[in-house]
């Protein structure tokens, strides 16, 4: 590539970059076990590091995306059932007591009514809104970056990644069976019990395809229902649409992705009402203190400054 040398990285940057994907690929290969995708992403990064300087600002800020991923990836290390107990009985129980319906043979979980009483336009809705759960947010971020929004772009971001970090330690703390489990398998948990669809079945039977058994297929961990993330990453959006002053179809749009995936987290049978609520509660303290506390910490709002100026445009220096 012939660019002119301001439009290069720099030698530090080069080679923080290599060491950091080796680095990378060396240790999920060791703990994790390194699949065809580990490396197509990491040789894709550094293409679009040294590519160009748009597309070097691009891989950037995509960072707290990337560390989202793999901090989910390597949760396989150690396992949060090898750290405390997994739940499963008390959890159902308690969402017995205060949501149970009652059936003709008793009263039951709402997953377990959704499983006997299901329609097709809400397994077909019910797919379509759990396949936004992540998608969405990270097409949100990048129209925010494109737009120029760069500072809102890289709050959402962070913010993003830190809900999920706080999610992943409740995780730890505390292990708990999803509702599809308890159905199948019963109270006793089995840490070698492969990843199930659930409700999400009805979806693919539907359609025809085989989307959500691929995705499910790559679960880290089973036994991490508490909090739903899948409740949180949609509110996360919203919130953030909200913030950056996004048109109303934008909001309205979200705000009815988010319900969806909220009721399809339940009515597939993959969280508990409670999971729900705790995910709710994870997205909005997660929110609280990254925005009250962490960016009101000088050093922090420094990083943040200098990190907003790199990923923007500078036709000053070369980069564009």
């Not at 709002?301 to 907003?308: E, I, L, Q, S, T």
Request: hydrophobic fraction near 50%; aromatic fraction near 16%; include cysteine.
């Amino acid at each position: 590539m012939n660019y002119p040398k301001a439009m290069l990285p720099t030698g530090r940057e080069t080679a923080t970059l290599l060491v950091l994907v080796c680095a990378f690929l060396l240790l999920t290969a060791q703990f994790v076990g390194l699949r065809g995708e580990h490396v197509l992403l990491a040789m894709l990064y550094v293409v679009l590091f040294l590519l160009r300087p748009v597309t070097r600002r691009l891989a950037v800020a995509m960072l707290p995306f990337a560390l989202f991923g793999i901090s989910y990836d390597w949760m396989r290390v150690v396992p949060n059932y090898e750290v405390n107990p997994i739940d499963t009985q008390p959890l159902y129980e308690a969402e017995k007591m205060l949501f149970g319906i009652q059936g003709e043979a008793g009263s039951m979980i709402p997953g377990e009514f959704f499983n006997q009483h299901n329609w097709k336009a809400a397994d077909f809705m019910s797919g379509v809104f759990y396949l936004c759960w992540v998608p969405v947010p990270i097409a949100f971020g990048l129209w925010l970056y494109v737009r120029g929004q760069r500072d809102f772009y890289l709050r959402f971001a962070m913010a993003f990644l830190f809900v999920n970090l706080l999610g992943f330690c409740i995780y730890y703390i505390h292990p708990a069976a999803p509702p599809w489990y308890v159905i199948e398998h019963g109270f006793e948990a089995d840490v070698n019990t492969p990843a199930s669809i659930a409700g999400l079945a009805r979806f693919e039977e539907l359609l025809g395809v085989d989307v959500f058994t691929n995705i499910y297929g790559r679960n880290a961990n089973i036994f991490a229902a508490v909090p739903s993330l899948h409740a949180a990453y949609m509110l996360i959006a919203f919130v953030y649409a909200v913030i950056s002053r996004q048109n109303t179809f934008v909001k309205v749009l979200f705000a009815v992705i988010t319900l969806g995936i909220w009721f399809t987290a339940v009515y597939t049978c993959h969280h508990y009402i409670i999971d729900v609520l705790l995910g709710i509660a994870t997205a909005l303290t997660g929110i609280l203190l990254f925005e009250k506390g962490l960016l009101r910490n000088k050093a922090f709002a420094r990083f943040v400054a200098r990190y907003v100026e790199y990923i923007s445009p500078d036709t000053t220096d070369g980069r564009d």
